[in-house]
Nanobody, 118 residues
Framework: QVHLEESGGGTVQAGESLRLSCIAS?????MGWFRQVPGKQRERVAV???????LYADSVKGRFTISRDNAKNSLILQMNSLKPEDTATYYC???????????????WGQGTQVAVSS
């Protein structure tokens, strides 16, 4: 079973940047970031496959960049121009096969909090 560990959350002001990191204990074909606000459904932010193919939520396009280092089993989410509506708990997720744009991810990190003040 793949284990995921996130880091990099925090509190920033609108317009600032944060970088989230996730380390996987072993290789996963699909990796991604999801976020959740209390009382709302978990939202897919960005996913990436082993070949670097990426998919972003419309709300973060042009502001967030997902990347991965397959040699290190690591995943990065660079978040620029943050907005208050980006405030959420961010989760690293992975799955070992299938289509990365299908939201059946079964491996999750513990989550890291991002808070953006206006």
């Amino acid at each position: 079973q793949v284990h995921l560990e996130e880091s990099g959350g925090g509190t920033v002001q609108a317009g600032e940047s944060l970088r989230l990191s996730c380390i996987a204990s072993e290789f996963a074909y699909c990796m991604g970031w999801f976020r959740q606000v209390p009382g709302k459904q978990r939202e897919r932010v960005a996913v990436i496959n082993v070949f670097g193919g990426m998919l972003y939520a419309d709300s973060v396009k042009g502001r967030f960049t997902i990347s991965r280092d397959n040699a290190k089993n690591s995943l990065i989410l660079q978040m620029n121009s943050l907005k208050p509506e980006d405030t959420a708990t961010y989760y690293c997720a992975a799955k070992t096969g299938g289509e990365c744009d299908v939201n059946d991810y079964g491996i999750w990190g513990q989550g890291t909090q991002v808070a953006v003040s206006s």
